[in-house]
């Protein structure tokens, strides 16, 4: 009664033996049938090819939470992942990273578990309104607040993909899910408590949105930590750290503390034109507010505007009149100063004639796209990457001069994971003469944050074995790359942290492909 | 070897298990230990979809869903037991409300109930489709919220301890280290679940195999009424896991290759409200006279929800409708479901009484392992996780007011070295030619083939002689692994040993039953036969086999009449 076999797939599956202390790869090819899951073919290949095979599976359905597992680099529920999807004939499987591997695909996954022992994922209630025998009553737009949140398994996917777990600290995108699902139960009366166990911990999320985009029940933990921290906002339950941030933000328009009337200060020496002088261009580059201020980001500033006189590119930017985007302000929590500062930009877009608008950093490009009231505005933005890679692919732009190095490219969280952009950067470094570009194990979609966004990149106080940066530049060492190109400020600067706490300045390089391409023109 | 000891032992940690855990841990002296081979969230209880049957509102009454519960169970089912559990089950919804089950709800904010089926007033509570899911997420949150309940998660029971026809504790592996230690227990609570894993084609989890039912079996509790197995009516083709009685009880339609809704010739009235057993044998009916469609995976019914509406699917059944499209390669919304009956509850299990006590003292059974008997010969939908809550909960009492007025008793040692000998040198040390993957399939086919919804006396022969051949060439197995920590197949070759003792039982059970009562239907005894069998079966454990005895049911209110929907 079995369908007919479409194709054979190989499976190469990392193993670990316990007892020999030894990894190695066990590979087997598999006749996949259409229906057939990643779970069918594991049990497939225990029965019949290896019977040592460890690891879990109970319901086979998507909601018991056992079998995550990593295929070809993206965490999945092995049940609930058809073969045939996925579109590939050889498929390489990991257990899923971060927890100490117990057995081939098996990781322990206590220390996740134990981060609920730190929340309360039960109702609190005050003891008289238990007494009653009475079913509470809940309205159903009050149920659906809060039912998305509330279909967890518990599975780690989300745990394991998580840049901010690698500080213990930080409980993990579901359990803080689980912790708001019942802070916003019409029900619950223990909002001061759930949110004071937060307090110091919260702020260690990068919004780099790895748990929304893995998680098999398709729940979004990202946001619900960025509405977590509105209500922490609201009650005052703000670090130091990102209270500085926020009133400098209310003070100069930008989180890192300088007057705004040095916002263009940068730009003495270099050719570029300016909001009121000019009301008109054919492109408004929004520069951002660390490429104004700090100074390792306005060299790629400068590359950019050199890289666009070369292009003769009409452009102009808003000058002192563009304050900060409010992308990581929205992300920190602080909702009404996020609506300021997008009111006065979205104000400034409507009296600037320009056909469209080019940034520099991925995050303004990321909240212009999709926050609301500049998402509401269908505004014509491009990342510079899109940009400049149709440039090159137009003939208008040709890199001429040799870079022998070898580079990988690290891809920004709000350039790739929330807007796909993967290609064009990429496109441009291939395009520069010499460059051999090699990828990281963790690439594209699944790649790894460097720790610092949602503010994080100003907040940092972690120990350096506690930072994501850390570990992304020990993965791009393991490739001996003397360059790490990126293509955010907030990258750039992270990373370099990274280089300099690891002592490893002699090595590796961190370059924003605007750098790269202006060198090679 | 390492002891540990603790009052109470909760073998298990689905529904029945955790609400045993939180009963008994209420008394808070008591030291309670919850042993479970799986993570508490991943136990089968999680894949329990439509709902949970009680009496919230007027209309209905306590009389109506205790007939309901005995006319669906063929009247085999004790009538005192269904009395204490619709009496006591309003309040088990109460109190997951008060935990935070996110219960589906109405207009006004009350809980929701929808119909079910054999049920004669809409009383399945229910969160979505999701409900057993979110009860078992508020139960493992309720649960850890005690300090005297400790977890051992990821530990393989192997056997219990019994002196004198007395719990003294067990033995268990610890999966992860994979040593064996022996704990020490005044009471232990068995929740281990059904042991539909026996079968092929399925709704059950790959982990849910029925140990503790063997367990207790073999140490001298009788397993009763074994031969009573549910066919949920609606397996999704081809994997077999669940689509949920709740998509009728919304509206959905069964059809056949005409397009006929076919209920209508086998319960006019009910149609596919009808009980799971006559439903089941309907489709097998259609199926078996050619009325069946046709696909790759062999003839299936087609379960129509369409007319519901994306709307409705998404709010009252949006699991079913991902699992369908991620499983079946179905979108509800726009194409009927591929069903047919899939091996889905066991309304037999360890005998136990009306306090979930079990013959051997200190010992007590609860949630599907168990048998009180609640279900009797058919279990109607939504009646199982209230049962896991209601008697889960008395379970844990009644354990815990054992375990305060007895002390630890000694250890049986020979016990506990033969338990280790048995599973390290009789299994992982077993240098055969045989394999534990093609013994336990081999047993599924048996099972599907001669053990399925329609039998006979020559099938069931022939499937028993099949059975006890399989347990002759599992003494011949060879596991691969014969390392220690997190042995896979060591863990298989034991359910495969446990499974194998259940599918004897539950053949000889069914072979000795000359009548056909809810789920157990013989084409060779095709009526219900009161006179002669309208009483429990007894399955002791003999080196010889199963050996059967029979018990009264208790009659109350209602005695049998004939059933008719």
């Known amino acids: ?521 | 070897m390492e002891t540990l000891s603790h009052d109470i032992i909760i073998i298990g940690a689905g529904i029945a298990g955790l609400r045993a855990a939180i009963a008994a841990a209420q008394f808070n002296k008591i030291d309670v230990a919850v042993v479970s081979k799986v993570y508490p969230v991943r136990s089968h209880s999680v894949c329990a979809q439509g709902g949970t049957g009680a009496v919230l509102r007027d209309g209905d009454s306590f009389d109506l869903h205790a007939w309901d519960t005995v006319k669906g169970s063929d009247f085999l089912a004790d009538q005192d037991v269904v009395e204490l559990f619709v009496r006591r089950a309003p309040q088990e919804i109460v109190a997951l409300d008060h935990w935070g089950c996110p219960w589906s709800r109405t207009e006004d904010g009350k809980i929701n109930q929808r119909r079910f089926g054999g049920h004669s007033f809409p009383r399945a509570c229910f969160a979505a489709d999701m409900t057993g899911f979110h009860e078992m997420h508020v139960l493992d949150g309720k649960a850890k919220t005690f300090d005297n309940v400790k977890f051992y998660d990821e530990w393989f029971v192997v056997s219990l301890l019994v002196k004198d026809k007395t719990v003294a504790g067990l033995t268990a592996i610890d999966i992860k280290t994979g040593e064996m230690c022996a704990l020490r227990a005044k009471a232990v609570v068995m929740a281990t679940g059904g042991h539909e894993r026996i079968y092929g084609f399925t709704t059950f989890s790959h982990t849910a195999t029925g140990d503790g039912m063997t367990i207790a079996y073999r140490v001298g509790a009788q397993l009763k009424d074994m031969e009573f197995i549910q066919f949920h009516p609606t397996g999704l083709v081809p994997p077999g896991v669940l689509i949920t009685e709740g998509a009728r009880g919304e509206g959905g339609y069964l059809l056949n290759s005409k397009g006929e809704r076919f209920m209508k010739r086998y319960a006019p009235e009910r149609m596919e409200l009808a009980p799971r057993d006559i439903i089941a044998r309907a489709e097998m009916t259609e199926i078996l006279e050619g009325r069946g469609l046709e696909g790759p995976y062999g003839h299936y019914i087609a379960l129509d929800i369409r007319h519901l509406g994306e709307e409705k699917i998404n709010e009252r059944l949006p699991l079913i409708r991902d699992v369908a499209i991620k499983l079946g390669g179905i979108d509800p919304v726009k194409e009927p479901i591929p069903i047919r009956p899939a091996a889905h509850y066991s309304m037999g299990g360890i005998h136990a009484n009306i306090k979930t006590e079990t013959p051997i003292s200190g010992l007590y059974a609860v949630g599907e392992c168990s048998c009180m008997s609640l279900h009797g010969a058919n279990r109607l939908g939504t009646n199982s996780t209230s049962d896991c809550l209601v008697f889960g909960a008395i379970g844990g009492e009644e354990a815990a007011k054992h375990a305060m007025s007895k002390s630890l008793i000694e250890l049986p040692n020979d016990q506990v070295l033969s338990s280790e000998k048995r599973v390290f040198d009789e299994i992982l040390g077993s240098e055969g030619d045989e394999r534990v993957a093609t013994i336990r399939d081999e047993m599924r086919a048996i099972m599907n083939d001669k053990v399925w919804i329609f039998r006979t006396g020559d099938g069931l022969m022939s499937a028993l002689k099949g059975v006890k051949e399989l347990r002759e060439r599992f003494g011949k197995i060879t596991v691969d692994d014969k390392s220690r920590q997190f042995n896979t197949g060591l863990i298989g070759a034991l359910q495969l040993d446990f499974t194998l003792d259940l599918a004897e039982v539950t053949i000889t059970s069914a072979l000795a039953r000359t009548e056909s009562r809810g789920a157990h239907s013989r084409r060779d005894y095709t009526k219900r036969d009161d006179e002669n069998w309208l009483k429990h079966t007894l399955a002791y454990c003999t080196k010889e086999g199963p050996r059967l005895e029979y018990a009264p049911v208790t009659i109350a209110k209602w005695p049998p009449t004939a059933r008719t929907y």
């Open chain 1, 1 to 521: 009664m079995a369908s007919k076999v479409e194709k054979v797939v190989e499976f190469k599956i990392h193993r670990f033996s316990p007892e020999e202390g030894k990894h190695y790869v066990s590979t087997h090819s598999v006749p996949i049938r259409k229906g057939m899951t990643l779970l069918d073919a594991l049990l497939h290949i225990k029965d019949n090819f290896d019977e040592t095979l460890a690891f879990r599976s109970s319901c086979r359905m998507g909601i018991c939470g056992s079998c995550g597992i990593v295929v070809n680099g993206k965490p999945v529920l092995a049940c609930y992942t058809q073969i045939l999807h996925l579109d590939s004939d050889t498929l390489v499987i990991e257990p899923l990273p971060k927890m100490t591997v117990i057995k081939d695909l098996v990781v322990d996954i206590q220390p996740f578990l134990d981060t609920y022992s730190r929340i309360k994922p039960i109702l609190i209630k005050s003891k008289d309104s238990l007494k009653e025998p009475e079913v509470f009553t809940q309205s159903t737009a009050d149920l659906k607040k809060y039912w998305d949140l509330s279909l967890c398994t518990k599975c780690s996917i989300c745990y394991s993909a998580c840049p901010a777990t690698i500080d213990e600290k930080f409980l993990g995108p579901s359990t803080y899910a689980t912790n708001y699902r019942f802070i916003i139960d019409s029900r619950d009366e223990g909002q001061e408590e759930r949110l004071k166990d937060m307090a110091d911990n919260l702020w260690l999320c990068t919004s780099c949105n790895s748990c929304t985009l893995f998680c098999p029940k398709e729940i979004d933990p990202s946001t619900s930590i960025v509405d977590e921290r509105s209500l922490m906002v609201e009650t005052g339950g703000v670090p130091r750290t990102v209270r500085d941030i926020l009133t400098s933000v209310v003070r100069y328009h930008n989180p890192l503390g300088m007057h705004p009337s040095k916002r263009m200060d940068w730009a003495k020496d270099v050719e570029v034109k300016n909001y009121p002088a000019v009301e008109k261009a054919d492109i408004l580059c929004f520069m951002g507010c660390a490429p104004a201020f700090d100074p390792r980001s306005q060299a790629i500033a400068k590359s950019m505007i050199s890289l666009f006189n070369r292009l003769g590119v009409n452009f102009a930017t808003l000058g002192i009149e563009e304050w900060c985007c409010g992308d990581h302000i929205l992300r920190l929590g602080e909702k009404g100063l996020f609506d300021m500062l997008a009111e006065h930009n979205v104000s400034m877009f409507a009296k600037f004639n320009s056909q469209r608008i080019l940034t520099l950093s991925p995050h303004c490009y990321n909240t212009f796209k999709h926050d609301p009231p500049y998402s509401d505005k269908k505004l014509n933005v491009q990342h510079y990457t899109q940009f400049l890679a149709d440039a090159i692919k137009a003939g208008k732009l040709k890199p001429t001069k040799t870079i022998n190095k070898k580079i990988t490219y690290h891809d920004p969280c709000f350039l790739g994971k929330r807007n796909e952009i993967y290609d064009p950067p990429r496109q441009i470094l291939k395009a520069i003469n010499g460059i051999e570009l090699v990828e990281m194990k963790r690439t594209r979609e699944n790649s790894f944050c460097c720790g610092g966004g949602a503010g994080r990149t100003w907040t940092e106080d972690a120990v350096p074995e506690k930072r994501p940066c850390v570990n992304r530049v020990k993965e791009a060492l393991e490739l001996n790359v003397s360059v790490i190109a990126t293509a955010c400020p907030f990258c750039v600067t992270t990373l370099e942290d990274a280089v300099k706490v690891l002592d490893v300045e002699e090595k590796i390089e961190i370059k924003d492909v605007l750098e790269l391409l202006d060198e090679a023109i």
